[in-house]
């Protein structure tokens, strides 16, 4: 374990990267690689089927998902993935985000709570992608 006083370089621990399957693979290509380069992510790889983005040290794929499993849709109260929290530089950049998501017809999650869905000291914006998995934007405290 590390001291926590102390700054950690080492990336243990660290997330590597996030794979998404996409019923619509094209709708969420669009929606991803806008907000991914928004956050500062290049394209990584790209192939028949997928694409990656990166950033420093982690990536996010997201891949056509197979036929036989695109009948049954993605729910984030199901188990497993509720949804992705990406930081946001400062609460300015929530607000930048959440006009350019509502130019884009992103829905917007809680939107009569919104910026404090979370509570009073978190500022942050919720929305789907095209599959509904919930992504979150938080400006830092």
């Known amino acids: 374990m590390t001291d926590a006083s102390s700054p950690d370089s080492s990336p ?9 399957y996409a ?16 956050l500062g992510y290049d394209v990584y790889q790209d192939w028949d ?8 040290d982690t990536y996010i794929v997201l891949v056509q ?6 009948n049954e849709p993605y729910h984030r109260r199901r188990p497993g993935l509720n949804h992705l ?8 950049h929530v607000e930048e985000l959440t006009q350019k998501l509502r130019s ?6 809680y939107e009569d709570d919104h910026p404090f869905a979370g509570g009073d000291d978190h500022y942050a914006v919720y929305f789907e ?3 509904r998995i919930k992504v979150e934007l938080v400006a830092p405290e």
């Not at 243990?12 to 998404?20: I, K, P, S, Y």
């Not at 998902?65 to 695109?70: M, R």
């Open 85 to 92: 929290a990406f930081h946001a530089e400062s609460r300015d």
């Open 104 to 109: 884009r017809n992103v829905p917007i999650l």
């Open 65 to 70: 998902a197979d036929e036989k499993f695109t």
């Open 129 to 131: 992608d095209p599959e």
């Open 49 to 56: 089927g997928g694409r990656s983005w990166k950033r420093a």
């Open 23 to 38: 019923s619509d693979f094209d709708a969420s290509k669009s929606f991803w690689g806008w907000l991914l380069t928004e």
């Open 12 to 20: 243990t621990g660290l997330l590597h990267h996030v794979e998404l």
